[in-house]
Structures are given as structure tokens and as C-alpha cells.
């Protein structure tokens, strides 16, 4: 069994995020993506201090896919430098970790 990912990004919008997740799901890149609260994030960019609030994606998807996927969110990002951040769920009900594993395969588990 291919290794579970969570992986995390954020959006400036809801309307960039959502445009995103369609994408990620279509190209089944990803099994599942959760839209959180928007949050404020605050930051130092370019020598500057930064606030801004973005609305956090935590996408399920495995090892194997990452690449495409980080591929996809920096070709699909306003931003210049996405956070794009991975780990590895070091436990997972194994039948969710194998649906995880069909819905980026393209294979469907029923």
C-alpha cells in the first residue's frame, strides 16, 4: 500500500480554493480536500511584515501523487510561493487509506 499523505495550502479566496479543489479532484491528484475557517495569517515577504487572511486546504492523497500534486498547486496558485507543506499519517484506518489509494489511482472502491 502507497504511503498516505496530508498535505497542506493555503488560498487568498474561497473562489481560488474551491477552483483548486475541482482541479485537484479531477485530475484525482487528491481523494479528499477539507476547506477550513479562514485564518490570518501573518508573515515576513519581500523584507515586509504581511498579514492576510487565506483559507487552509488539508488534502489526502499518497506519496505517490505528491509531485503532480505539488506540480498542480504551483502551476494553479496566485501566489508566486505557494506553502506547500507534506507529512506522512503515520496511522490510518486501513480501509480509508485504501480508498484514499483508488481515488488517486482512478480506480473506484465501492
Do not use: N
Request: hydrophobic letters at 45%.
Amino acid at each position: 500500500m502507497d504511503a498516505l499523505l496530508i498535505v497542506m495550502t493555503t488560498f487568498p479566496d474561497e473562489a481560488s480554493a474551491e477552483t483548486a479543489i475541482d482541479g485537484m479532484l479531477a485530475a484525482r491528484l487528491a481523494a479528499c480536500v477539507q476547506q477550513m475557517a479562514p485564518v490570518r495569517s501573518s508573515y515576513r515577504w519581500q523584507g515586509q511584515r504581511e498579514t492576510s487572511v487565506e483559507v487552509p486546504l488539508m488534502i489526502k492523497t499518497t506519496a505517490a501523487r505528491y509531485s503532480a500534486l505539488e506540480q498542480y498547486i504551483k502551476e494553479h496558485h496566485p501566489y508566486d510561493v505557494p506553502e506547500i507543506v507534506a507529512w506522512p499519517a503515520t496511522a490510518a484506518l486501513p480501509a480509508y487509506a485504501r480508498w484514499v489509494e483508488d481515488e488517486t489511482r482512478g480506480q473506484l472502491h465501492v
